[in-house]
């Protein structure tokens, strides 16, 4: 996806998504699995209700999210900005939260937390 609004029904699944740039809206929750998942684009935007829960490879950079996550496989965050997660992050038991070349501090100044 390069561009637009994808507005998923609940319980969706995608598998080895690249996105770009755009507007993604999840009324339920949004799974994504796969080796070679990809949510990148500095000017991409996650919105709930939905929880997007990460059960494969993920890597990030400049994504907004307005949702809940849910890491229960291995996230990437790749980039020199802060993560903008509006919602909770929860690093499920034996997922991976990696950060590379980040700047400042995690937290971006909202109500986020990271668990």
Known sequence: MNGGTLRLVPESSLVNPEIRS???FAD???RLTGTNSIVTGSNTRFH???VLRNEGRLT???VWFDSD???AGEWIYAT???PRYGG???NLAGAT???TNVTGSLSDGHSSTLL
């Open 48 to 50: 709930g209700p939905g």
């Open 88 to 90: 909770l992050f929860r």
């Open 28 to 30: 339920g929750t949004l």
């Open 80 to 82: 020199t900005t802060r």
């Open 22 to 24: 755009g507007a993604v």
């Open 69 to 71: 996550i849910e890491n």
């Open 97 to 99: 939260y990696t950060v």
């Open 60 to 62: 990030e950079a400049s």
